[in-house]
């Protein structure tokens, strides 16, 4: 069991704040908890001599017998902290906090919210809230919330940074067949977040989903790596809103919650292994059948229906998922054609025809989940004269079953449909009207399947250079800048991302000496913190012949004077010519989101990246496969592999590349923003050609 | 009234093959008939003397009397052909083919279906099916149908491609309040197909909104010049199936229609003013609120709550939409922040927080309907302890109606949100549980609001040689070839569809004269139907200065030879060198669908066609503003726009270049095909450089 594992099951349940005055929360609370806790209740109240038939304590210090295993602080905000350092004395471990006027409320709030976690911390208290709706846990009937609903046992786990949300949920749940193991409102999240609450769950043999309604993530590092451990076991569906510009300045406003970028959240969830979903429907579609349905072996369905017209809505809806229809074995269609009417579809979609019983469905759904072919199936069932639904329900059923193979259904109907639903529901198969909602359902099925088969490998660890890499950011401080450019090249070197021949030299003499190891034509930049587009002063030359490189070192230099006269110049870059014309220009850059760390950001050059916004962002470190991922995400990938009679480029090359920049900007959390643009990939290998860095200098 | 109205409002109706076999089809069309029809019901049925109480004539010529509206036939394939002949003698003008065993069965019915066509088209007869559930229409209490249910009356009527998917939905509407006008199963589609029925409710006033599920569109031109105008003033909502790969092949093999493509039904239901959904809760959904709200005067949403969280996911799926939220006029804030608690907050979305009761809402509401920012708002409510869904619905409800603005309801709930939902959907206000749908309901208004204001302009008809071209494509015919290139250049010159000088000569000195002309130097490439890739073979020569034309020719010709001894070479073209670097290769082809016939395709050429695959189609002929919204569709229209800094091109030469392509391929129904690659645009105009196109002898 997990740290948190008597905040949901306690034994004693002291509410600091308890009041039988009507319309209260602190009465809420209280009579909540004395409806169905199957422990003790004890109320805290100096102003109160007895609180719904309880005896009243002064303070929770003053509490004689066992100890008390969580406090629900209802008092005030400006006496919350008070009550939270009482309970700590009194060595209780768990608070709940449902006081509000915090961190969402501004300033003060904010300063009294760093107060309270200082208490918390103190104490080593697991704090829920502050401003939270409170805690729910069905197997012990713990219902420390002051909303108007209990939820029924199930084993769904269910977190929501909005209180109001769970209030809906918990109505919605109860005209419905959703059951819950433990329900959290996070409040704003001051001790305990998002990453304490699913690792709690991923240790709860009763939790079978965990669901989330997310606005932000307080660490999303942290949370990755919880997540993916967790989802090794439990999956994890989330909503995390926000998604859209529109939604994210909403949910600041809402939260007073600084954002990360919704790039950097797509990736960090997708790594992280969870299931994130748009829309509520989406959420607890995927918690029901992931709470009653097997996993399945493939990704291949087969699909039975007695109806011609929503057997293709239903082959449509397949088209649009990762799912593939199921090619029947030989032994399979010779069965359906043999037990089938002659007018019936044996491939599939199996098209069993409308005078189908409830029997024909039996032995179709039978024949079809023998079939090694099949790893899930769905019944799409219309109403006809002679189909009873009841029966149909059982026959999946027995079906479902026997065969261990995940089964959703299909009954098109409303109210025909009641009986079988129940009979379906009970033994965890999910009925929906639209067959597009169950393909989708079974398809997350699939998807936590592959997550759970997902072999997390440890980041490489190259052999770099970091001293050497730690001097050149260095080198940026003694010269009171943030930003570098290409005279900060050797920190590719150093963690060994090739580069063309070159240097910064700061002589006409230095700059022929360099050229003539070079060996060939050379580039030459002006080297200048101050000048950012250096080829429209002509700060820029390309392919200067050995014996030009001094003259053109000098033109450089005074057409840099002549454009600003004080302008800070570090010297001249000379770099070998790279062949543009045989290679691919890719971006890859770095910048870091302050919920997820340094973000990877992968792309073809030019148009690809400027009008197209073809790129792809993963969370750093990464792995090989993640790596390798990037570049399989692009739409321009083709052009990498070779489309349109090219030479493939080196892929192996880009994905180290990849790999040792993620290493580079892991080891040094100073580097706050990094494009190395162009790195031209081509079949031999890849050159980073140019660079721009910004850095903190206080992180160094 | 259209048409078809004795169809749906017929006096009398004979059942040919009405019987009372417990279990046929015959005697559940029958009693179904008796049950509601509030007009007359005659049974044909030569082995009976009467039907479930009704005197039954041996053929229908018999019945005396008045004279029958509607005969539906029900009896044996081999039969039905004659029963038809029969109803058409007795001059009925109405029929409906219950009756299976046509073409969705193989050759044998298809030969019977032309049979039938033919009877059905000697007596001009309005024949529905065959194959087909039935006809119902409400206002008579019509249920000339075999199914076990009978519509309510409503608004909305419907026609199905699937006889099932209709016992489906008439099942489920029986447990919701939605209601039907007409509701037909057009199975087979023999003489009636969906075109028949938008033109007939278009010109319904009992019809506020039309719905279809279809497989397939028979007739894709006259599909479109039908649904521009009904849309106008009916909005149409169709799922049009087989979207998918997977599911165009299920569909084939279940109707046993010819596919078109699903870029042209893509096209073509768009450009036909249809508003196409991918799912059966979006059909209802949107067909909901059609028919219950009035149009939106604009784009622009408020979204009203009293819980924060909730209120993002309504932002996010506000920002998923092509809706916006709105900005408030300064009197709404001033008004609001007057009238809303201090935590309130009273930017969009209005959160009016957790305390806030019914009057709360209704304040909130009234101010912000009265912004002229405002076109439409979504209400989303948490249940609290204060807050009666009841009394929320009828405040929402009286606001609606005083403003006539369109509004959604989010009632996040689910036992206690019954009676408020009922108020609503009395009103026509849609509520849902995920306020995704509740916006995304908004935006089909609007997106039909905008289809409503479209004004479908006339293609434009240039000034062209239509005898020339006729004479070019008639030369092929001569040659005994279906495919031509750029021997055909002057096709497009025929419809003013500019090309660089030059043209395809047959001897050296030809060449020369030719060079001259142009007077710089020219391309020249072999011109043969026997050689496809020109370049592998030294086919092409660029650059060639006027003195080296003689010699080039003769090359070229060796070279051809040399490749195949026997090739028909029809000679070398000689062009004007087109100024690629300064131009954009784009792409302007066609092809033709078996549904809506010539289809445009507009794309930039190179990997942007090759391997990002972004271009965009047209069903022709288009308008200019359809051709322009080509160039808005693809993703790499900045490209030529000016993006990095290059000129933008001539917008307008592409497009009456796409309009001119647009007029040719319509004027030769035997252009099967056509290719303009490259089309080259530059800052001055337009260019065809290469093309290649397939004809159809016997259309010329």
């Given at each position: 069991?997990?740290?948190?594992?008597?905040?949901?099951a306690?034994?004693?349940?002291?509410?600091?704040?308890?009041t039988?005055?009507?319309?209260?929360?602190?009465?809420?609370?209280?009579?909540?908890?004395?409806?169905?806790?199957?422990?003790?209740v004890?109320?805290?109240?100096?102003?109160?001599?007895?609180?719904?038939?309880?005896?009243?304590?002064?303070?929770?210090?003053d509490?004689?017998?066992?100890?008390?295993?969580?406090?629900?602080?209802?008092?005030?905000?400006?006496?919350?902290?008070?009550?939270?350092?009482?309970?700590?004395?009194?060595?209780?471990?768990?608070?709940?906090?449902?006081?509000?006027?915090?961190?969402?409320?501004?300033?003060?709030?904010?300063?009294?919210e760093?107060?309270?976690?200082?208490?918390a911390?103190?104490?080593?208290?697991?704090?829920?809230?502050?401003?939270?709706?409170?805690?729910?846990?069905?197997?012990?009937?713990?219902?420390?919330?002051?909303g108007?609903?209990?939820?029924?046992?199930?084993?769904?786990?269910?977190?929501?940074?909005?209180?109001?949300?769970?209030?809906?949920v918990?109505?919605?749940?109860?005209?419905?067949?959703?059951?819950?193991?433990?329900i959290?409102?996070?409040?704003?999240?001051?001790?305990?977040?998002?990453?304490?609450f699913?690792?709690?769950?991923?240790?709860?043999?009763?939790?079978?989903?965990?669901?989330?309604?997310?606005?932000?993530?307080?660490?999303?590092?942290?949370?990755?790596?919880?997540?993916?451990?967790?989802?090794?076991?439990?999956?994890?569906?989330?909503?995390?809103?926000?998604?859209?510009?529109?939604?994210?300045?909403?949910?600041a406003?809402?939260?007073?919650?600084?954002?990360?970028?919704?790039?950097?959240y797509?990736?960090?969830?997708?790594?992280?292994?969870?299931?994130r979903?748009?829309?509520?429907?989406?959420?607890?579609?995927?918690?029901?059948?992931?709470?009653?349905?097997?996993?399945?072996?493939?990704e291949?369905?087969?699909?039975?229906?007695?109806?011609?017209?929503?057997?293709?809505?239903t082959?449509?809806?397949?088209?649009?998922?990762?799912?593939?229809?199921?090619?029947?074995e030989?032994?399979?269609?010779?069965?359906?054609?043999?037990?089938?009417?002659?007018?019936?579809?044996?491939?599939?979609?199996?098209?069993i025809?409308?005078?189908?019983?409830?029997?024909?469905?039996?032995?179709?759904?039978?024949?079809?989940?023998?079939?090694?072919?099949?790893?899930?199936?769905?019944?799409?069932?219309?109403p006809?004269?002679?189909?009873?639904?009841?029966e149909?329900?059982?026959?999946?059923?027995?079906?479902?079953?026997?065969?261990?193979?995940?089964?959703?259904?299909?009954?098109?109907?409303?109210?025909?449909?009641?009986?079988?639903?129940?009979?379906?529901?009970e033994?965890?198969?999910?009925?929906?009207?639209?067959?597009?909602?169950?393909?989708?359902?079974?398809?997350?099925?699939?998807?936590?399947?592959?997550?759970?088969?997902?072999?997390?490998?440890?980041?490489?660890?190259?052999?770099?250079?970091?001293?050497?890499?730690?001097?050149i950011?260095?080198?940026?401080?003694r010269?009171?800048?943030?930003?570098?450019?290409?005279e900060?090249m050797?920190?590719?070197d150093?963690?060994?991302?090739?580069t063309?021949?070159?240097?910064?030299?700061?002589?006409p003499?230095?700059?022929?000496?360099?050229?003539?190891?070079?060996?060939d034509?050379?580039?030459?930049?002006?080297?200048?913190?101050?000048?950012?587009?250096k080829?429209?002063?002509?700060?820029?030359?390309?392919?200067?012949?050995?014996?030009?490189?001094?003259?053109?070192?000098?033109?450089?230099?005074?057409?840099?004077?002549?454009?600003?006269?004080?302008?800070?110049?570090l010297?001249?870059?000379?770099?070998?010519?790279?062949d543009?014309?045989?290679?691919?220009?890719?971006?890859?850059?770095?910048?870091?989101?302050?919920?997820?760390?340094?973000?990877?950001?992968?792309?073809?050059?030019?148009?690809?990246?400027?009008?197209?916004?073809?790129?792809?962002?993963?969370?750093?470190?990464?792995?090989?496969?993640?790596?390798?991922?990037?570049?399989?995400?692009?739409?321009?990938?083709?052009?990498?592999?070779?489309?349109?009679?090219?030479?493939p480029?080196d892929?192996?090359?880009?994905v180290?590349?990849?790999?040792?920049?993620?290493q580079?900007?892991?080891?040094?959390?100073?580097?706050?923003?990094?494009?190395?643009?162009?790195l031209?990939?081509?079949?031999?290998?890849?050159?980073?050609v140019?660079?721009?860095l910004?850095?903190?200098?206080?992180?160094?």
């Open positions: 069991m997990g740290r948190l594992s008597t905040l949901f306690p034994e004693r349940v002291a509410v600091i704040g308890a039988d005055s009507e319309g209260s929360v602190g009465r809420a609370i209280t009579s909540n908890l004395l409806e169905s806790f199957d422990g003790d004890v109320a805290v109240n100096p102003y109160k001599d007895d609180v719904l038939g309880l005896r009243c304590y002064d303070e929770v210090g509490v004689e017998g066992e100890g008390i295993d969580v406090a629900v602080v209802v008092v005030p905000p400006d006496v919350a902290i008070e009550a939270i350092r009482d309970a700590g004395a009194a060595g209780i471990g768990n608070v709940v906090v449902i006081t509000a006027g915090f961190g969402e409320t501004g300033s003060e709030g904010a300063a009294r760093r107060d309270l976690r200082e208490a911390e103190a104490y080593d208290l697991n704090l829920v809230g502050p401003n939270s709706l409170g805690v729910m846990s069905t197997p012990r009937g713990l219902n420390a919330t002051f108007n609903e209990m939820a029924t046992e199930g084993d769904i786990s269910f977190m929501s940074q909005s209180g109001a949300f769970v209030t809906a918990l109505d919605w749940a109860a005209e419905r067949d959703v059951g819950f193991k433990d959290v409102s996070l409040g704003n999240k001051a001790i305990l977040d998002e990453g304490d699913i690792a709690e769950w991923g240790e709860d043999p009763e939790t079978e989903v965990i669901l989330g309604y997310l606005e932000d993530i307080a660490d999303g590092e942290e949370f990755v790596r919880t997540a993916r451990e967790v989802t090794q076991e439990t999956p994890i569906v989330l909503v995390k809103s926000g998604r859209t510009d529109a939604g994210a300045s909403a949910a406003s809402h939260t007073g919650a600084m954002a990360g970028s919704e790039r950097a797509e990736a960090g969830l997708e790594q992280a292994g969870t299931l979903v748009e829309s509520v429907q989406e959420l607890f579609d995927f918690a029901q059948i992931l709470s009653g349905q097997p996993l399945p072996d493939g291949e369905i087969a699909i039975v229906t007695n109806a011609g017209g929503p057997g293709v809505m082959t449509d809806a397949v088209g649009d998922s990762d799912l593939s229809l199921s090619s029947f030989d032994e399979t269609l010779g069965a359906l054609r043999e037990t089938m009417p002659e007018e019936a579809n044996i491939y599939n979609p199996v098209d025809i409308g005078d189908a019983p409830a029997e024909r469905f039996e032995t179709a759904l039978e024949t079809v989940l023998e079939d090694d072919n099949v790893a899930m199936a769905v019944v799409v069932a219309c006809t004269a002679v189909l009873s639904f009841e149909l329900a059982e026959v999946v059923v027995s079906q479902q079953r026997a065969h261990e193979t995940p089964v959703a259904t299909t009954l098109m109907g409303g109210k025909s449909v009641g009986a079988g639903r129940e009979i379906l529901s033994a965890g198969i999910p009925n929906y009207f639209d067959p597009a909602r169950a393909v989708e359902s079974l398809d997350a099925l699939r998807e936590y399947d592959e997550i759970q088969s997902r072999e997390y490998e440890e980041p490489a660890t190259f052999d770099v250079d970091r001293e050497r890499a730690r001097e950011l260095e080198s940026a401080t010269r009171d800048t943030n930003r570098l450019g290409v900060a050797e920190l590719l150093a963690y060994g991302i090739p063309p021949a070159g240097g910064v030299v700061s002589s003499t230095e700059a022929e000496e360099l050229a003539e190891d070079i060996g034509d050379v580039v030459m930049k002006i080297v200048s913190p101050d000048i950012l587009h080829s429209d002063i002509g700060g820029v030359e390309v392919g200067v012949p050995p014996e030009e490189v001094r003259d053109t070192y000098e033109d450089l230099v005074v057409r840099a004077r002549n454009y600003q006269r004080d302008a800070a110049i010297g001249v870059q000379v770099q070998e010519m790279v543009l014309d045989s290679g691919t220009e890719t971006i890859l850059g770095m910048n870091r989101d302050p919920q997820f760390g340094p973000l990877l950001l992968f792309g073809l050059g030019g148009i690809f990246v400027e009008v197209l916004e073809d790129n792809t962002v993963r969370v750093a470190p990464v792995s090989e496969s993640d790596a390798r991922g990037m570049l399989d995400d692009i739409e321009s990938a083709p052009l990498l592999r070779g489309a349109r009679g090219r030479d480029v892929e192996d090359a880009l180290e590349a990849v790999q040792r920049l993620s580079l900007v892991t080891d040094f959390p100073a580097i706050v923003e990094l494009d190395i643009n162009p031209v990939a081509t079949p031999d290998g890849v050159q980073a140019d660079l721009r910004t850095i903190d200098q206080e992180e160094l």
